[in-house]
């Protein structure tokens, strides 16, 4: 089953907050990923992609050098 997690967009300027799918790759699609897999989040709002980690439900995003690269 999907599940969307509670987010705040981390590029600088946006700080959009909501509830996202991640996806495996950037820009993809929602998709289920597993506790401690990559994956890739799409603000709505200003349109870029951000790496993070989900652990125990948790979303962590990836350093801002890491996210810029998508």
């Known amino acids: 089953m999907k ?6 967009c981390p ?3 946006c700080g959009w907050v909501g509830n ?5 790759s950037p820009g993809g699609e929602g998709a ?4 401690a ?3 890739f ?5 200003c349109g870029r992609d951000w790496e993070a980690r989900i ?3 948790r979303v962590t995003a990836a350093p ?4 810029s690269r998508s």
């Open 3 to 8: 599940s969307s997690f509670p987010v705040t």
């Open 11 to 13: 590029h600088p300027g």
């Open 20 to 24: 996202l799918l991640p996806a495996l």
């Open 32 to 35: 289920e990923v597993a506790a």
């Open 37 to 39: 897999q990559r994956a």
């Open 41 to 45: 989040f799409r603000c709505p709002h």
């Open 55 to 57: 652990t125990n439900d």
């Open 64 to 67: 801002a050098a890491a996210a």
